[in-house]
């Protein structure tokens, strides 16, 4: 099986990629994963590119930045939304009937929350490309080690609801639209 990936470095990524190392991988990354895997490393615009040509059956995007490292709206969501769904626009050209996508709990796109909104709109936009299956993944806080990114309010939302994350998502949506 070929899969691209994208999202290597980051938290779920690099605990994903040793898990696929014995499938064909076509790993894009931004900077170096470090891991002796193949990779091609490019900025997002120009991984459509990368990939025309190859023959991809599953692709899977656990790509994602923080407000911090993308200095914008706009840069943020050029990352969590335009290179994903341009991302995935590559891999269906290239054949992949399997689209698998890291979201956010509670993404909506017609959410208050800027961040779930856009979420939602990645999510819809991921539903309008001809995938045969579409795994949309939607965890709660992602808890894991980081290196030396300190994300103080996402270790105070951690640390204040530990029992958010269990809560269904239809149930939060319930609660956020009354």
């Keep these: 099986m070929r899969i691209a990936l994208i999202g290597a470095t980051d938290l779920v990524g690099s605990k994903l990629l040793p898990l696929v190392r014995n499938h064909d991988l076509l790993v894009l990354t931004r900077r170096p994963t470090g891991t002796g895997v193949a990779e091609q490393v490019a900025p997002a615009a120009e991984w459509p590119r990368l990939m ?3 023959t991809i059956d599953a ?3 656990t790509l994602g930045t923080t407000w911090k490292k993308a200095g914008s709206w706009a840069q943020f969501e050029s990352v969590d939304r335009v290179a994903v769904v341009e991302f995935a626009r590559a891999a269906r050209d290239c054949g992949a009937s399997q689209f698998v996508c890291v979201s956010s709990v509670g993404a909506d796109p017609d959410s208050n929350n800027g ?7 990645t999510e819809r936009d991921l539903a309008g490309i001809s995938f045969d299956r579409l795994d949309l993944l939607r965890p709660g806080l992602l808890r ?4 030396s990114d300190r994300r103080f309010l996402e270790r105070l939302g951690i ?5 958010h994350q269990f809560v269904p998502t239809w149930a939060q949506r319930q609660v956020r639209r009354h």
Excluded: F, H, I
């Excluded at 961040?115 to 709109?121: I, V």
């Design 52 to 54: 025309s040509g190859n």
């Design 59 to 61: 692709a899977v995007s």
């Design 115 to 121: 961040y779930l909104a856009l979420k939602g709109r």
């Design 144 to 147: 894991g080690e980081r290196g």
């Design 159 to 163: 640390a204040m609801s530990p029992g």
